[in-house]
């Protein structure tokens, strides 16, 4: 059966406008799969063919206290308090989605490098309150979301940054 049954088309929109609206309750940034999250990114990236405006993307990983990434079974108490800092440090327009045992990544529309960097900074804040002295790092790469005809791994926003 249809889920949404032909008719008026003005009541089709209504009713599918409706099933496609958001829960309000929700805070801080949207999370998704990794494939969603590329379909978005996809997205994103035409859309900057038309606005030419900013659009930061973010990944982000937990290190060891020798530096090496955080992984298996005794990381996943970290990347748990990781993934709730930075939906809580991101804005409900913001889109994360895990990509790896300790790493996440993020797009922020209508961002620039600068406005992404203290983002960045925002969620390590958070996170060290929270993680304390356990010698786990969050580190960071920031780089703007190019537009599809230009796509180039070249450009990108000022060096990767590791927190301690």
């Known amino acids: ?71 298996g079974p005794a990381a996943a108490p970290a990347v748990r308090l990781l993934k709730r800092d930075i939906l809580l440090s991101l804005r409900r327009s913001d889109t994360v989605a895990a990509c790896g045992d300790a790493r996440f990544i993020a797009i922020l529309p209508l961002t620039d490098c600068r406005n992404a960097e203290r983002a960045m900074q925002r969620i390590a804040r958070r996170f060290e309150g929270d993680c304390g002295q356990g010698g786990i790092q969050i580190t960071y790469k920031l780089g703007p979301v190019e537009p599809l005809e230009k796509l180039n791994p070249g450009s990108a926003c000022p060096a990767a940054y590791r927190r301690s």
């Open 1 to 71: 059966m249809e889920k949404f049954p032909a008719g008026r088309t003005e009541a089709g929109l209504s009713a599918i406008k409706r099933d496609l609206k958001e829960a309000p309750a929700e805070k801080g940034a949207y999370f998704c799969d990794y494939e969603t999250f590329k379909s978005l990114y996809r997205t994103q990236a035409r859309l900057l063919m038309r606005s030419g405006r900013a659009v930061a993307v973010a990944l982000l990983w937990l290190l060891d206290a020798k530096g090496r990434t955080l992984s």
